[in-house]
């Protein structure tokens, strides 16, 4: 059996049949990368293990929020149905410090997690009675050599042909766009 949680949280659950009779503790990234002393399992079935119990924490947390789950081929997902805060909104602070409420996807996931999370800055998974991992609500910031604008919406389109000249080189015209 593997678990985040100690041998002691088993007590009283496993039934007369099961005894635990010895526990090893290991750091998560040493399982995962299969370098434990006592490496039980190889290590990709090891990745696999700790992304079933974390998904396991996981819907708990959604099913102890009560959010409904819908049932997809080979999945779930929770969603918040109409009621589900006051006024039908989550308010978080957005990327840039502010607290707010903007309908972009972004955002509304920034929404779902403060509200997961309380309004506070992480989301608490339980993997035991004692063992616990902190989720942060605030996406990670970096900074990117590529960078995406929204086109404008009466901004012309240009047609972006690249015909190639000799080896390395390309020459980019402009033109109307077939649509």
């Known amino acids: 059996m593997i678990s985040f949680a100690a041998a002691e949280d088993f007590q009283g659950f496993l039934g007369d049949a099961l005894i635990i009779e010895r526990s090893i503790r290991f750091l998560v990234t040493e399982f995962v990368q299969g370098t434990c002393e ?19 924490a996981w819907e708990n947390l959604l099913k102890q929020r009560r959010l409904p789950i819908y049932d ?48 506070k800055e992480s989301i608490k998974l339980r993997l035991g009675k004692t063992a616990t991992i902190d989720l942060t609500t605030y996406p990670l910031m970096f900074k990117s050599p590529v960078s995406y604008m929204e086109p404008q919406k009466d901004a012309p389109r240009i047609d972006v042909d690249y015909e190639e000249e000799e080896e390395g080189e390309a020459t980019v015209s402009e033109g109307p766009v077939d649509e």
Do not use: H
């Open 38 to 56: 006592d490496q039980i399992v190889e290590r990709a079935e090891a990745r696999n293990f700790v992304f079933r119990l974390l998904r396991i």
């Open 72 to 119: 997809l081929s080979n999945a779930q997902c929770a969603y918040f149905k109409k009621g589900f805060a006051k006024d039908d909104k989550a308010f978080f602070n957005g990327v840039d410090g502010r607290r707010t409420f903007r309908p972009e996807w972004r955002d509304r996931m920034l929404a779902a997690m403060s509200w997961l999370a309380d309004g």
